[in-house]
Nanobody
Framework: QVQLVESGGGLVQAGGSLRLSCAAS????????LGWFRQAPGKEREFVAA????????YYADSVKGRFTISRDNAKNTVYLQMNSLQPEDTAVYYC?????????????????WGQGTQVTVSS
């Protein structure tokens, strides 16, 4: 089984920045894509960003394009999400997960049970 541990959330004012991290451990596939998702109160979990194993394919939700940047460090089994120009509508619990193909992550297909997530709160 794969374990996912997200960190880096917090409270920030609108226009501010945060950098999230997610470390994967356990029985990970030999190669895998990683992605970020978020769930706001009263809403369903939604896709945010995905990155392929070598980083050659990257996808973003329209709502975060130009503001968020996903990256990964395979030596550390870690994926990052740099979030700039944060807005109150970005407030949510952020989760990471993995799948063999980044395009599947865009379709909300994931391989692992969800971790505890990290709370991001953006004040206006």
């Amino acid at each position: 089984q794969v374990q996912l541990v997200e960190s880096g959330g917090g409270l920030v004012q609108a226009g501010g920045s945060l950098r999230l991290s997610c470390a994967a451990s356990g029985r990970t596939p030999s190669t895998y894509a990683l992605g970020w998702f978020r769930q706001a109160p009263g809403k369903e979990r939604e896709f945010v960003a995905a990155i392929s194993w070598r980083g050659g394919r990257i996808y973003y939700a329209d709502s975060v394009k130009g503001r968020f940047t996903i990256s990964r460090d395979n030596a550390k089994n870690t994926v990052y999400l740099q979030m700039n120009s944060l807005q109150p509508e970005d407030t949510a619990v952020y989760y990471c997960n993995l799948e063999r193909e980044s395009s599947n992550i865009v379709r909300m297909r994931v391989l692992s049970p969800w971790g505890q997530g990290t709370q991001v709160t953006v004040s206006s």
